[in-house]
């Protein structure tokens, strides 16, 4: 760590870059790029990419993740991290499925799915923003707990025999090629966009992110914002669980092991910093159509899943590192 | 006194012995010496690991890639032996390796100047993605292993195993480092005042970078033991353990915000965790209820570490400061 106390001296240019490079150089621009590349290699690599169905497949890969993405990227921005995201996946679906044979119907298993998520939210938000623990150790604990008692409720078994009609939420489609996933997440996408960077909400989470204190002497709630911030997460994991759960038509405890990390990488890859204070929902909804890409390309070339979560992980920690190489080289010279 | 009886280890300490003395009344088999120095034993690796993480979350770090690395070291091992790599050799090399997949962590934390919780996410399923590749998802069990590779660690010596004896081993050699040496001192000062540490010349990332190869070579060791002791080598085994590890840190009152914490903690939380496990399936619980019963515990420890924070208070110069 650079603790040095004197904080490298910053460079003032004379006047700014033109628009035009200044534009280029955003990170959204870059990704943009990226997945316009990735988009045509994977074109160019089967001849089964461009499809229109094959394609519309291809938007599962990320669609169930970016809802969470979204709301994380809130979190992250407002300095707060909810690792348990999973976890109220599996236990959201859980509850779906023990409520299915009590012989509930599909609004119920929506509203169901729905309320458990706020749920585990509020009990995030609640032990953080409410008694001011640290975000990261309770959502470990969360994520444990969470899934824990799915795994008390459901053992060894799984649960299925989900209605007909709730199939749609995962395996329905809107209009031709577009799911009904895709659609919500489009929705998403832009209730979160406009949440962030165009409400006082929205100012306000940056401004916590940037400067707790001072976001609490200028009159913000601080504490209110952030357990919204963790209600929110909730909300969209249990969302997510919902499209999760109908597409695959049955729950274990193990289901969506590890989403945490891929909606934690989808939020970092889209620029948000992950110590918080920056990030938009733009570069949030490319890093999923990037990822998205990736993994059905990898998917068309048989590569296994692990092999997979190694290239994410070193996505998580290459598009942080680069930046840092990239601003280290440009110091020196 | 009455700080040693109000501090955290007492207090686990006299919960750990109530919980073996409620178990005791309806199975008094529990009790048994065999029986607990096998629950000691089944504790060995979580004490291990537990106070190797400490090393870290004490310098404001954590390592969440712990199991991962205990996993791929633990595969290695094994593929060592079936290749007939002996024993005396296996286990250095382990050791190193998992220094090594420590060092990796260490060095983009400390170079780079990433939050460790991204890197150590990141390395996680890096590493064992890895142990797939390596092993091409196959199983290495119990037939494949030879025998010296496999009754090492549960070799008796002196009453106990050499698990038993090789948690003990580190228990003083961590108690050693941690309270006698200038490593463990820096440890304490990098995570309760970086900023300070810098002023006394402590180099803060290189600090938190040792603690993390310090992780790691446990990891390592803690690997072979275990593929060892179960005979079997996949890639999932120890899944989700650094969970357990973390929950073991932080019910033993280690602060994860850097800086505060015990040997004695780190060895009674993972004792405290490690009886519960054992005493799930004596008193007819299923075992499904570990991950539940470890998250509320993490829950809890953390609750009860913030509370005690508050009531105590750090504010060592009040007085300066009104002075002032």
């Known amino acids: 760590m650079s603790l040095s106390d004197t904080p490298h001296a910053r460079h003032i240019p004379d006047r700014l870059a033109s628009p035009l490079s200044r534009a280029l150089k955003r990170w959204e621009v870059l990704l943009f790029l990226v997945a316009a590349a990735i988009f045509v290699i994977n074109s160019f690599a089967s001849p089964y990419f461009l499809d229109p169905w094959s394609l519309s497949d291809a938007t599962y890969n990320f669609t169930e993740k970016a809802m969470i993405g979204f709301a994380m990227a809130l979190l992250i921005i407002a300095g707060e991290i909810d690792l348990s995201v999973a976890s109220i996946m599996a236990l959201t679906s859980t509850a779906m499925g023990f409520a299915v044979t009590l012989g509930a119907g599909t609004p119920e298993l929506v509203a169901i799915g729905i309320v458990v998520g706020l749920a585990c939210g509020a009990f995030n938000g609640m032990l953080v923003a409410g008694m001011g623990l640290p975000s990261i150790v309770v959502t470990i604990g969360t994520m444990s707990l969470f899934r824990g008692i799915s795994y008390i409720v459901l053992g060894d078994k799984a649960y299925n025999g989900y209605p007909a009609s709730f199939a749609y939420f995962g395996q329905g489609y809107v209009w031709w090629v577009f799911s009904f996933e895709l659609a919500l997440f489009a929705v998403a996408a832009l209730v979160f966009g406009v949440l962030l960077h165009r409400t006082n909400f929205g100012r306000a989470i940056y401004v916590i992110g940037n400067n707790p204190v001072a976001a609490l002497f200028s009159g913000i709630r601080v504490a209110r914002v952030k357990f919204i911030l963790f209600l929110l997460t909730g909300v969209m994991s249990g969302i997510a669980s919902i499209c999760l759960t109908s597409r695959l038509g049955s729950t274990r405890p193990s289901i969506a092991l590890g989403t945490e990390l891929e909606a934690v990488t989808m939020v970092v890859l889209g620029g948000v910093n992950i110590l918080g204070g920056s990030g938009t929902i733009p570069g949030v909804v490319l890093a999923a159509l990037v990822m998205g890409l990736v993994t059905f390309g990898f998917g068309l070339l048989n590569v296994p899943g692990i092999v997979m979560s190694i290239f994410i992980g070193l996505l998580l920690i290459g598009v942080i590192a680069l930046p840092r190489l990239w601003a280290r080289a440009r110091r020196r010279r | ?324």
């Open chain 2, 1 to 324: 006194m009455t700080r040693l009886l109000t501090s955290r280890e007492a207090q686990l300490g006299v919960a750990i012995l109530v919980m073996i003395a409620l178990i005791a009344v309806r199975f008094p088999a529990f009790v048994a010496p065999a029986n607990l120095a096998n629950v000691f034993n089944d504790t060995s690796a979580l004490i291990i690991l537990a106070l190797a993480q400490m090393a870290v979350i004490l310098t404001k770090c954590i390592d969440l890639s712990i199991a991962a690395t205990l996993a791929l070291c633990g595969m290695v091992a094994a593929m060592m032996n079936v290749a007939g790599v002996p024993l005396a050799a296996i286990i250095p090399l382990v050791i190193l390796l998992g220094a090594g997949l420590g060092a990796v962590n260490g060095l983009l934390v400390w170079k780079l100047d990433i939050p460790p919780i991204v890197v150590t996410l990141g390395t996680m399923t890096i590493y064992r993605g890895v142990i797939f590749l390596i092993s091409g998802g196959k199983w290495i069990n119990d037939q494949q292993m030879s025998a010296a590779f496999k009754s090492f660690p549960r070799a008796d010596f002196l009453f106990l195993p050499v698990l038993s004896w090789t948690a003990i081993l580190v228990v003083v050699v961590f108690a050693v480092l941690i309270g006698r040496t200038p490593l463990g001192r820096s440890f304490f000062a990098v995570g309760g005042n970086p900023h300070a540490a810098v002023y006394t010349g402590i180099n803060v990332g290189r600090t938190q970078f040792l603690a993390f190869v310090i992780s790691g070579a446990l990891a390592g060791l803690t690997g072979y033991l275990w593929v060892a002791r179960y005979a079997v080598a996949y890639v999932d085994i120890a899944g989700g353990f650094e969970l357990d590890v973390v929950a073991a840190c932080v019910i033993g009152g280690i602060s994860i915000a850097g800086g505060a914490g015990s040997v004695g903690g780190a060895v009674l939380g993972a004792l405290f965790l490690g009886v519960i496990k054992n005493a799930l399936p004596v008193i007819g619980i299923s075992p499904f209820w570990q991950m539940a019963i470890s998250g509320t515990a993490i829950i809890l420890a953390i609750a009860v570490n913030a509370s005690q924070g508050r009531t105590k208070g750090r504010v060592i110069l009040k007085s300066a400061e009104h002075v002032a």
